[in-house]
């Protein structure tokens, strides 16, 4: 009875299966059979512990990911671009192999991790699929994931539903300095850095595969991602400056947990080549962040510098997050996905932390 169970659960293809990855095979355990790519064969007794089949491939390599056709109906797309260039070969590299025919299942023994590289075949039956329970009209993020709907396709035009439904983790890097302003998915992407034109470069390839009907995207724009071991306290630690009040930027955060729950919504209720901010309702300048961070802790806040100063001390890197202002509306998170996100604020996660 329970091979039969594990059978029938829907199989979900996680791609770059890093912290935000393990959180959403955590809130799948049990309610889908989950199976994560990798380049790196040492994963794979911690994706296996954490409840994923591991598959080793390399978006980089195209004949090592060759055999994720038809592999799942669903997939997360949680991979970087790579280092260099303006456009994402891996995202183009990743599109390829999903939306080609099916081959032969067998799979080369050089390129299982275990004996359990090889994802079981799904049954034949009316509930092959392994549809689960449909979601509440509200979700809250602090829940599991409670549904995977079996209709992974979308219809347009009387074109045939894709096979394939992918969910891309972007990033809000796409809208470069936009002076502060309050902006929601209407505003036109204005990347000012490489790995921001990178991303935009992989949302356009996925919107241009979901228009063919090779497969059927949704779109997170993410900003920053903190957790309990995502927080700028080595930073303060080493006593890095922010920007005066006048110069600063502001910023956006998410709680790493809310947006595996994010993900997860997208999947069972994202529509094809619309984008989402997956974003919460915190509006801070980077300095007001560092200080509640600091102040929850109990060390001491950044110390501040101008903008030009800061041109002269900081690393570029640093100073490229220090260069966009933006506040993000979330109005589509909650109107169209109806989340309730677990940590609105910033200060709601730090408050659990003093207790």
Request: charged fraction near 30%.
């Amino acid at each position: 009875m329970t091979v039969i169970r594990t059978l029938r659960r829907p199989r979900i293809l996680i791609v770059g299966c890093g912290d935000v990855g393990l959180r959403c095979v955590e809130r799948l355990r049990g309610r889908a059979r989950v199976v994560a790519l990798t380049s790196q064969p040492s994963r794979g007794p911690l994706l296996r512990a954490a409840g994923a089949v591991p598959l080793v491939g390399d978006l980089d390599v195209r004949a090592s990911i060759a055999r994720l056709a038809g592999l799942a109906p669903l997939v997360l797309h949680l991979a970087p671009p790579q280092q260099r260039g303006d456009d994402d070969h891996r995202t183009q590299a990743l599109i390829a192999a999903l939306s080609a025919r099916r081959r032969s299942p067998a799979r080369p023994a050089s390129a299982r991790v275990g004996r359990d590289a090889r994802p079981a075949p799904v049954a034949r039956s009316p509930t092959a699929n392994g549809a689960l329970a449909r979601p509440r009209a509200l979700v809250s993020a602090r829940a599991e994931a409670s549904a995977i709907v079996p209709d992974w396709g979308f219809a347009a035009g009387g074109r045939p539903r894709a096979r394939v439904r992918v969910v891309y983790a972007s990033t809000t890097g796409v809208y470069g300095d936009c002076g502060g302003a309050r902006i929601d998915e209407t505003r036109t992407p204005a990347p000012a850095t490489p790995r921001a034109r990178r991303r935009v470069a992989a949302e356009r390839r996925l919107r241009r595969a979901t228009a063919r009907g090779a497969l059927a995207a949704t779109i997170a724009r993410i900003p920053g991602i903190y957790a309990a071991d995502r927080l700028p306290l080595a930073r303060l630690e080493k006593r890095t400056p922010a920007l005066i009040d006048a110069d600063d930027v502001y910023t956006s955060h998410i709680h790493a947990d809310d947006l595996a729950a994010i993900i997860l919504r997208l999947a069972t209720h994202g529509r094809p080549s619309r984008v989402i901010h997956a974003s919460d309702d915190s509006e801070l300048k980077m300095a007001a962040y560092f200080d509640r961070v600091a102040e929850a802790f109990g060390v001491a806040r950044a110390p501040r510098v101008s903008r030009a100063d800061a041109e002269r001390q900081l690393d570029p890197l640093l100073l490229s997050f220090m260069r966009e202002s933006r506040r993000l509306s979330n109005r589509r998170l909650k109107s169209e996905l109806r989340v309730r996100l677990r940590y609105s604020h910033v200060d709601d996660f730090l408050r659990t932390l003093t207790r």
